[in-house]
């Protein structure tokens, strides 16, 4: 029994480490690394944090118990922090010695060990760490990315119990290839990173904190929204994989773009430059042509009908077209049908709103920026209008996680 | 004593699977997974065909007995042809059943199956073709990535053995990760390509096929230089997968270059717009600052120093300069003084040589092509000034190789 069990395990984290070796973001690919690793052992609760320089960020947290007390389909704050790597905290001390460290109880380590369990978490949210298995995740040349801890291992009653050798053997293995996946989609990112770059080269306004806001705004609205649909996890994983780095690509057509237009301020063009700027979403979707994989599909979607209205109103762009009928030479949108509802794809309406709304809540060469207030009343205004209804009532729905995100990237400050 | 050996080949494979994961370039690749199979098994031959649309594309093609007959550190010519997929074919047979064939001699194949042995290259280079192992390259979803042949198992006498049960195992295991790493690497070259088109929306010379020249020729001269200079066989297999793609992004950085300069003729440049222009060997730099990997290294290295001249004359540019002093807003080259010699990077010497190659025999908007003799000529005539004598010397060893690359990648007809 316990030996089938111990199968049924291994059998599982095969075909998960295949999943994960697919995923292409990495953001994306560390919250599933930490679900999967949580249901491994069955833990209640975990965390993981990445090497930046010389301290430790927190990408994701997760709490089983929190989570229960919440209504379906909310989550947890958004958690954004870093400190520096010490040994005398649990995750620095397993960061400087390369090891995992198995804790029995957080409450009792020995007054001889350099590090202390920090109780303030659990006195302030009322909970009780006990067991804890924090883990290096280390490259095979022995470089760090970060440190995956979870918490509170459960028996089949819901008891917290010790993370035994079974528990350790199969963490390592799994982490192992966690770190393989992760080293790919870093790979990954630093590539969208050059890209998104190049694109900040031409149009200084396509900042870095501009496009990760929009692009993390999209995948909460999207899990709002999938939830708020029922729609099934294994679409949610790769929807939400490909939404997170497509939601980047919204703008980069604007690489195509004359520098004599993109250097004017936007109230100033005449009605012909307008359109040549109209243009950088078509470009965009030339870009991914031919597409070969759904993020290109997905990335085509975002940076062609990003600007479309859900009424199907004239001031939405480019409408019904057909990427055959642009030349990105020429650079002239030809005159289309209007794109509407539910014909636009839903990759795009939900970008339209993160980006309309970062637009708002930022200050940009041409305006100042608004409260966060009446961004949000903004974007309710043109609910049904300019965007969908449902991606607004989603967007609405994580507002709070709108705002920490909204913190946790902060435009730079001009030079 | 069979059972040490099985277990030794075993742990070789988890060790090459590792490496195979690390590898970027899908020709590198390639290359390295029909080289670590032929090794597995110790066969004397092999190819690999990828799919490309309803056709059968060759990538590699090895072959022991007719390398042991070149001259040492001569390569086999560079072979580029493709066939449609279709059953009466061995490898068309594969890719249409999905199914791995292990066939005992090829000269006995029984006429009742649909495919047969094609004994013309047989015949034309005097070699009998005699077991024979093609297995597709299938991704987990049962897209089909290509065919891998191998051909002729030896046995420890170099006796041409049939692919044994054993063989067919350690072969199917290690091309199921061997798909993985390629399925990486093609995600990979995916998102190069892009960056490269963002590039060409800017400046139309940099077409695909140039791109595609200048990086395979950059590939050959070094894999000859490293043979002349004895570089260890790690060192090359992580510079050339490096080299191949850090080749490609020389000229990247004119996206931050004005289109009213991009779009003027040559010979027509002021002096300040000959400046302007010098940028874009900074701007290229710029874009992969800060480096987080070996690529972006040299990739840096290629896009800096590529116009940097061997005898440090005053025609190079942009010489000693620190990135710091250089801003791409601005857009000028600061005074620096000359780099020369083997300061000058050997990815950026190697790269000159092959762009400067490209360029000279191939039509451009301000001149007409070179003939390849002319283009070799002018290349020596530089070797010692412009080039970096030890590059050029390789450069001229792999001729052969240089002219079928070129007759591969031809210019697109303009429109």
Redesign the interface.
């Known amino acids: 029994m316990a030996e089938k069990k111990h199968e049924d395990r291994l059998q599982r984290i095969i075909e998960i480490e295949?999943e994960l070796?697919?995923i292409?973001d990495v953001d994306v690919l560390l919250e599933r690394i930490l679900t999967e690793t949580r249901k491994i052992v069955n833990a209640d609760a975990g965390s993981i944090y990445v090497v930046e320089g010389d301290k430790l960020k927190i990408k994701c947290g997760h709490n089983d118990t929190f989570l229960k007390e919440l209504a379906p389909g909310e989550k947890l704050p958004y958690t954004s922090f870093s400190f520096p790597i010490n040994e005398k905290q649990i995750c620095g001390y397993v960061a400087l010695s390369g090891k995992p460290l198995n804790i029995k109880d957080c409450y009792r380590i020995s007054e001889s060990k350099p590090y202390k369990f920090n109780k303030n978490t659990d006195i302030t949210t009322d909970y009780r760490t006990k067991s804890m298995y924090t883990i290096p995740l280390k490259m095979?040349n022995g470089n760090l990315l970060g440190i995956l801890q979870i918490i509170n291992a459960k028996d089949e009653n819901g008891k917290i119990i010790t993370f035994d050798q079974d528990a350790e053997m199969l963490i390592a293995h799994f982490a192992s290839s966690a770190v393989?996946a992760l080293?790919?989609a870093?790979?990954?990112a630093?590539?969208?990173k050059?890209?998104l770059?190049?694109?900040e080269?031409?149009d200084p306004k396509e900042t870095y904190p501009h496009i990760e806001r929009v692009s993390s705004y999209s995948l909460e609205i999207y899990d709002r929204w999938a939830f708020n649909h029922n729609i099934p996890e294994a679409e949610i994983h790769r929807y939400r994989d490909n939404l997170k780095i497509a939601a980047k690509f919204h703008d980069?057509g604007k690489?195509?773009i004359?520098?004599?237009i993109l250097k004017k301020a936007f109230p100033r063009f005449t009605d012909e430059e307008r359109n040549i700027m109209k243009g950088h979403t078509c470009?965009g979707a030339q870009?991914?042509e031919p597409p070969?994989?759904l993020l290109?599909i997905m990335s085509q979607e975002v940076a062609l009908h990003h600007h479309d209205r859900w009424d199907g109103g004239a001031s939405g762009y480019p409408g019904r077209i057909s990427l055959s009928d642009f030349s990105?030479k020429d650079g002239i949108v030809p005159i289309t049908e209007p794109l509407s509802g539910k014909d636009i794809p839903l990759s795009a309406r939900i970008v339209a709103v993160a980006d309309v709304f970062d637009a708002l809540s930022h200050k940009r060469c041409y305006k100042e920026a608004w409260t966060i207030e009446d961004a949000f009343t903004e974007i309710m205004n043109n609910s049904g209008t300019q965007f969908d209804p449902e991606v607004v009532l989603a967007f609405m729905q994580v507002k709070d996680r709108i705002c920490s995100i909204q913190m946790a990237f902060p435009d730079e400050p001009e030079d």
């Open positions: 295949r070796g697919e292409q095979a393989q080293q790919h870093y790979l990954t630093n590539m969208v050059r890209m770059k190049m694109a080269f031409r980069v690489v195509g004359s520098d004599v470009i870009l991914f070969e994989s290109d990105v």
